[in-house]
Structures are given as C-alpha cells and as structure tokens.
C-alpha cells in the first residue's frame, strides 16, 4: 500500500468515526440553539447569577479552605506512599527486574481508575464529606506521583551512584547521598504540580458528597440559588487562578 493511499484510507477512518460519534453522541445544532436562545432555562439561569451573594462570603472562604486542606492531605499521603514506591520502580536502581515491574504496574493499574470513580466509591464506605474527598485524592494521586517520581529517578547520573558503590556504600547510603540530591528539586517540583492538580479535582470531588465548596456549589445548584452560585463560582476562579500563579512560582523555583 502507498503512503498516499493509506494517508486517504487514514483521513475517510477519521471522518466517518467523527461522524459516527456525533450521532452517539446525540450532537444536534437546532437543540442547541433551542437551549442557548429560545427555552427560558438558561437565560434565567445567566440573569439569577446577577449580583453575586456577598452576604455568604464567608461561608465561602471557609469552603475554600477546607478544599485546599482536602488537596493538602491527600498530596501529602499520596507522597508518603509513592515516593518509596518509586525508588522500587525505578530501572535503574531498583533492588529486583520483578519488584520494579509490580511497582510500575501497580502505578499504572491505580492511574486507571479516575478520581470521581475513586470518591463514588469512597463516599459509600466512610460516608459524605471531606475525608472521603482526602482518601480519593490521594488513592488516585499515587499512580501517578510514582510514575512522575519514578522518572525523575531514572534520569540522574549514574556518575556518583558508581563512586558510592565503589567505596562499598549500602544501598541506603547510595540512595542517600547519591540519589536524593540530584532528584530532590524534582520530586518538590512534582509535588506542587500534584497539589494544583488536585486543589482543581477537589473542587469537582463535591458534587458527588466528597465535601468542600463543590459539595456547597452543587447545594446550591439544586436549590436555585442562582446569586450564591455566582459568589462561588467567582471565589473558585480566583482559587484557581491564584493556584496557578503560586504553584508555577513554586516550580520555576525548585526545577
């Protein structure tokens, strides 16, 4: 087969799949023009958000706060976890081929499974509210803290490991004094790049009962509450934005 031939087989798959997922997916212009222009739904939805409840904002910040304490949690317990995982992982220290195998599967195996799946799951064993949101946070962070923890590990030089080993070091003193100091910028690098991704995840984490101002936005939601749905709103981007700036602040300064 030519390559022109399969480049005009390649574009006529990706075409017909695309077509084909419009259909499944129920994607209809006139429904949206229905519910964006002509069905009274939303535009009462846009002009209830006007003005913003200021009254609550209290109640909000105390939500905001305890979101970031959920992602602060769960990060930390998701390190506690992975990073001695990841020395396992790593191919080019690990104690054994199949040890580091299992831990780099057990890693992708646990990326997997999405965090709202992971809370779902969680709210039904220890029940609504916060702890729920910290145990999903960081079940789910683990997969993926090991992995980048693991490749991070994997890119030293092999330099200073052979000097330790050549004087008869263990390989706790070579994982010590050789290891740690050429990955540690990284892994705090990593670490803050996790905590803004779950500060954002454990925004989403309350609309299925995992607590934080998720759980008081989708409150509110259900009961129309369209001017305290707007405070929220506002607060979470500037949460998020905030976030942003630090986190970026935080890397460029540790990487």
């Given at each position: 087969?030519?390559?022109?031939?399969?480049?005009?087989?390649?574009?006529?798959?990706?075409?017909?799949?695309?077509?084909?997922?419009?259909?499944?997916?129920?994607?209809?212009?006139?429904?949206?023009?229905?519910?964006?222009?002509?069905?009274?739904?939303?535009?009462?939805?846009?002009?209830?958000?006007?003005?913003?409840?200021?009254?609550?904002?209290?109640?909000?910040?105390?939500?905001?706060?305890?979101?970031?304490?959920?992602?602060?949690?769960?990060?930390?317990?998701?390190?506690?976890?992975?990073?001695?995982?990841?020395f396992v992982a790593a191919r080019n220290i690990t104690p054994t081929v199949a040890l580091g195998a299992t831990a780099r599967f057990f890693f992708n195996v646990d990326r997997s499974v999405d965090v709202l799946i992971v809370a779902l799951i969680l709210v039904s064993a220890v029940g609504l509210g916060p702890m729920a949101g910290v145990l999903a946070?960081?079940?789910?962070?683990?997969?993926?803290?090991?992995?980048?923890?693991?490749?991070?590990?994997?890119?030293?030089?092999?330099?200073?490991?052979?000097?330790?080993?050549?004087?008869?070091?263990?390989?706790?003193?070579?994982?010590?004094?050789?290891?740690?100091?050429?990955?540690?910028?990284?892994?705090?690098?990593?670490?803050?790049?996790?905590?803004?991704?779950?500060?954002?995840?454990?925004?989403?984490?309350?609309?299925?009962?995992?607590?934080?101002?998720?759980?008081?936005?989708?409150?509110?939601?259900?009961?129309?509450?369209?001017?305290?749905?707007?405070?929220?709103?506002?607060?979470?981007?500037?949460?998020?934005?905030?976030?942003?700036?630090?986190?970026?602040?935080?890397?460029?300064?540790?990487?």
């Open positions: 087969m030519s390559k022109r031939l399969f480049l005009y087989l390649l574009i006529a798959c990706v075409v017909g799949f695309t077509i084909w997922s419009m259909g499944t997916t129920e994607m209809d212009l006139e429904k949206i023009r229905q519910g964006f222009f002509v069905k009274p739904f939303f535009g009462d939805f846009l002009l209830g958000l006007w003005p913003p409840n200021w009254s609550i904002l209290d109640e909000v910040s105390w939500q905001m706060l305890v979101t970031i304490q959920m992602a602060w949690v769960g990060t930390l317990l998701a390190t506690i976890i992975s990073l001695p995982l990841s946070l960081a079940v789910h962070s683990v997969g993926s803290m090991g992995k980048l923890f693991t490749e991070a590990i994997e890119t030293i030089d092999r330099g200073p490991i052979e000097a330790l080993e050549s004087t008869g070091a263990s390989r706790s003193q070579v994982i010590r004094w050789g290891v740690v100091p050429q990955v540690m910028p990284l892994l705090i690098s990593n670490f803050f790049y996790r905590l803004e991704l779950n500060i954002r995840s454990s925004v989403i984490l309350g609309i299925v009962g995992a607590g934080g101002i998720g759980f008081m936005l989708y409150d509110n939601i259900k009961q129309f509450q369209y001017q305290n749905v707007s405070m929220i709103l506002l607060m979470i981007i500037v949460l998020v934005m905030g976030i942003d700036y630090i986190s970026g602040r935080l890397r460029k300064a540790t990487g």
